[in-house]
């Protein structure tokens, strides 16, 4: 195997740095990198891990790379470990991030993220408003809506209410997210306002009254699960037959015949979380980024969104078909919260939250 | 032990059926894997409901899985020759060399394997960015050697400690210069530790997912990440297949090796030890 | 490890020999092992405030870290399932090797190469295989069910039991192959002559061939321990927030919190630890039981 042939697929921007021989290692190096000074026609992406970064590299990218030339190259990881990505690399980051709405007010006020260009981004002008985040901070492509699915065989009847986790004949049979996922800190505000009664835009700011409530799950024998692969196969099997879980991450599935069904209509509403792509300061690829952006919020690609992923699109002509509509029900009851401030008090959360279940 | 006076004895006894089961439990997961990438259902499920061998088919599904086995295959054979190598050298030192704190090196270089490797991925991408060789395949190659080096220096040290060093005085004797020395005795006796140890390294080094997540970015990737991704959005039995297969492969390597040089029985037996030749018991 | 060194050049030549022996190595290993570990440690004692502290210097993380009850909750339970790991390991792989130093050559090459083998699949598919086998509905419930060892399936996954299990399974080859390879350097004449004075094969056993295994058995352990106390992918696979080791809180605090100061000093507190109890462990052996190691 010639270790050279390889090299000329090699990492795009970091060797420019040629002229810094700080150690006999990057000399002896040199010769194997074979890239250009200028990272053209090469796109680093990073993708929400699971079925979302699975449609676009199935859909968007082989068109992509027939329009521009350039190549994509995709990893794979979730919100949490996007920003702390992003914090080591903040002189080499990526060209573009995909993470919800969680991550971004607080990668935006580290600096680490550069707001989009809209007059370069036509199609931003055809985003629902609630899309555009955090002063185009983050473009949305996909509403993520969190809720509560369950294993058709070993439940019977849908559940009405979130407030059923707590019954005591669900006792055992119920998981929740862990507080590393933003649906985690969505358990925390949606159980506050169980406790409270109070409507989600008010409760959700009563972390500690959400805490103690969630808390009497612990002794229900509530299990968390610590990622996807796990709350797959609690669901798939009926070991757990309650698991709160991200459409997206499952409903392709569903149309394969999985036992597996969502709650549509919850009393205190669904969880909607907008995730879009998002830009890191430093990044050097700014024409090809924007066209990716452009390109992920046409209508085509936005379609997609609705017959693929059965979610909410972020265009604002792609209204959901019907499929859509029976998995994610009438759509009026979904709810957004304030990251502002949960993710500025998410470190105290996750504290409150470990002493409990961790 | 007189196999033939002891064998029927209920230790004895004991002891074959303790080994019967080990084994039997080591081999379970892969038998498992194996079974259940025959399975027809879309999910996951032992025993199957029906059979099939799409899923092989579906290998190819699999995120640039090729560029995974390519990278994989150079970075764990590069890792595993350089790891041995280097131990080579660090085994010398420690067991025939007049090393002061000999104990403390020694616990330096095989700590790796205690430090949690997310530590040692997100300071060295660290490292590697502000050098300028991040996210190159070299400055994977390095983070895998950090952490596979431990294991050839142990079997190593293993082997060399237990060979004699009275061969080499007498090689020197007799008028050997050290180098020739080194090539015909010490290296010979070297040889269950340097297979043993570039056979961990480079296992370590394939299946490697911690370090290898922080490292990579673009065109570099590995095959544990590509699984580990496939699992997260599919729930067939496609990574099932796949491992199955490519652990057939390495294990048709390591048989044939075998066959042709001996490797495995060699990698714990040895020709010059205190207990004599052992292979043919 | 021998004492009696044997030197392969002359005394005069020694210095150099061992910087041309160790120079490679220990140029990796202080380049990509050393300078960033002490940068994390200078990370760890940076002072939350800068110009906070002593000489720049702040225990402060440290001191978090003893008050942290997740830390302090995840520290007990990694040490106490290294400790179970190792010794269920040991229980297992010490009576394999004794088989496999009785076992015909094809045999031993067999399983041998099944040691590797197993080394040579996918942790992660094993894992998630683990997670299906050991689930509620899954083989070993339904198994243990058939046989009437229980009556209702028995909760196994998510919890320290499933994470145990996988990571004994992991360490088996680690621990198997140094005591194997120790086991053939004793010679059969003293087990030998020690059944012909009279001795039943268990006190061979317990009396000769287990102090004379030592070396082996004491590689063995040390290394399916720190493997145990660093294991981050498979407590992750297996095992629930409850129950996460102390590899996953340092990644927590990483990648979630992005606290580096406070992760950075778990890993050295884990990293202490981890060194001392083996340091103790070494000179345990070495005085109690009297082995070179």
Excluded at chain 2, 118 to 127: D, M, S
Excluded at chain 3, 98 to 109: D, E, F, K, N, Q
């Amino acid at each position: 195997m010639n270790p050279k042939s390889l090299s000329a697929h090699p990492a795009p921007v970091s060797v420019t740095r040629r002229s810094v021989l700080r150690t006999g290692a990057v000399g002896l190096a040199a010769p194997w990198v074979a890239s250009p000074a200028k990272a053209s026609g090469q796109l680093n992406v990073v993708l929400n891990q699971g079925l979302l970064a699975k449609l676009w590299i199935d859909e968007l990218h082989p068109a992509f790379e027939k329009a521009t030339g350039a190549k994509v190259n995709v990893q794979q990881s979730v919100t949490a470990n996007m920003l702390a990505m992003l914090k080591t690399q903040r002189d080499n980051p990526p060209d573009l991030m995909q993470f919800s709405e969680a991550g971004v007010f607080l990668a935006a006020e580290e600096g680490l993220l550069r707001p989009h260009n809209a007059k370069n981004i036509a199609n931003m002008a055809m985003l629902r408003p609630a899309f555009r985040l955090a002063e185009d901070f983050s473009a949305g492509v996909i509403d993520a809506v969190h809720t509560l699915y369950y294993n058709t065989n070993a439940q019977k009847t849908r559940p009405a209410a979130w407030a059923e986790m707590w019954d005591a004949a669900n006792a055992r049979r119920i998981a929740i997210p862990p507080i590393t996922w933003n649906s985690g800190v969505r358990m925390v505000t949606t159980a506050a306002q169980i406790a409270t009664g109070k409507p989600m835009k008010d409760a959700q700011y009563d972390l500690e009254a959400g805490m103690r409530h969630l808390a009497k799950l612990k002794d229900a024998g509530a299990v968390a699960y610590t990622g996807a692969p796990q709350a797959i196969q609690m669901l798939q099997s009926g070991q757990v037959p309650l698991v709160p879980f991200y459409g997206i991450f499952i409903n392709p599935v569903l149309d394969k015949g999985a036992p597996i069904a969502p709650a549509t209509t919850l009393r205190e509403g669904l969880h909607g979380e907008v995730v879009g792509l998002n830009m890191p300061a430093k990044a050097r690829n700014l024409e090809l980024a924007e066209v990716y952006v452009n390109m992920s919020l046409s209508k085509e690609f936005q379609s997609k969104i609705d017959s693929v992923l059965r979610a909410r699109s972020a265009h604002r002509d792609v209204n959901p078909s019907e499929r859509t509509r029976e998995l994610l029900g009438p759509g009026d009851n979904i709810l957004y919260a304030d990251w502002k401030f949960l993710s500025k008090n998410r470190a105290k959360l996750t504290d409150m939250w470990n002493n409990v279940f961790g | 032990m007189r196999r033939s006076e002891l064998v029927a004895h209920p230790l004895e006894r004991l002891i074959a059926i303790a080994g019967w089961g080990a084994m039997l439990f080591l081999l379970f997961p892969v038998v498992f894997t194996t079974v259940v990438s025959f399975g027809a259902g879309e999910l996951i499920e032992f025993p199957p409901a029906g059979w099939s061998l799409r899923w092989y088919a579906h290998i190819g599904e699999i995120h640039r899985v090729g560029a995974a086995v390519l990278y994989s295959l150079l970075i764990a054979t590069c890792a595993g020759v350089l790891a041995t190598l280097l131990a080579i050298g660090v085994a010398l030192c420690l067991v025939r060399l007049p090393v002061p704190g000999k104990a403390v090196i020694g616990a330096l270089v095989t700590s790796p394997v205690a430090v949690p490797i997310v530590a040692l991925g997100i300071a060295l991408i660290q490292f590697f960015i502000w050098l300028g060789i991040s996210f190159t395949w070299y400055s994977l190659l390095i983070g895998h050697l950090v952490l596979v080096i431990a294991y050839p220096v142990r079997t190593l040290v293993a082997s060399l400690s237990l060979s004699n060093p009275a061969l080499e005085e007498a090689a020197a004797s007799l008028g050997a210069r050290p180098l020739t020395a080194f090539f015909t005795i010490t290296l010979p006796q070297m040889k269950p530790g340097l297979i043993s140890g570039f056979l961990f390294a480079f296992l370590i080094s394939f299946d490697n997912y911690p370090i290898s997540i922080f490292l990579v970015r673009g065109a570099l990737t590995v095959l544990p990440i590509e699984v580990f991704n496939y699992i997260s959005q599919n729930f067939d039995p496609t990574p099932a297949a796949f491992s199955t297969i490519y652990t057939l492969l390495l294990a048709l390597i390591i048989v044939w090796a075998e066959r042709r040089w001996s490797i495995i029985s060699l990698s714990v037996a040895s020709e010059g030890g205190p207990g004599g030749k052992r292979s043919d018991r | 490890m021998t004492e009696a060194v044997a030197p392969l050049r002359q005394r005069s030549s020694t210095g150099l020999a061992v910087a041309c022996l160790l120079g490679p190595a220990a140029v990796l290993l202080i380049a990509f092992y050393a300078i960033p570990f002490l940068r994390m440690i200078a990370e760890s004692l940076a002072p939350a405030n800068a110009g906070a502290g002593w000489m720049g210097m702040s225990l402060e993380h440290f001191d978090r870290l003893a008050s942290s009850g997740r830390v302090q909750r995840a520290f007990t339970r990694t040490l106490r399932i290294s400790g179970w790991v190792t010794l269920i390991t040991l229980v297992i792989s010490f009576p394999l090797a004794l088989y496999l130093v009785r076992a015909g050559r094809t045999i031993r090459t067999a399983f041998l190469i099944a040691l590797f083998v197993s080394l040579a699949s996918s942790l992660i598919v094993r894992n998630y295989g683990w997670l299906v086998t050991l689930a509620d509905a899954g083989p070993l419930n339904r198994l243990l069910i058939a046989l009437g060892f229980l009556n209702a399936p028995l909760r196994m996954v998510y919890s320290e039991g499933a994470t145990i299990v996988a990571l004994v399974h992991y360490a088996i080859p680690f621990m198997t192959l140094p005591i194997f390879a120790a086991l053939l350097r004793i010679p059969p004449s003293l087990s030998d002559s020690a059944a012909s004075l009279g001795a039943p094969p268990w006190r061979v056993i317990r009396d000769v061939i287990w102090p004379l295994a030592m070396p082996g058995v004491f590689g063995g352990v040390v290394l399916t321990f720190a493997l145990s106390m660093s294991a981050f992918v498979t407590p992750l696979m297996l095992g629930s927030p409850a129950t996460a080791m102390i590899s996953q809180v340092a990644a927590e605090q990483f990648l979630v919190q992005l606290a580096f100061p406070f992760g950075s000093a778990i890993v050295v507190a884990l990293v202490l630890i981890t060194f001392l109890i083996v340091v103790v462990f070494t000179l345990l052996v070495r005085k109690v039981f009297r082995a070179q190691v």
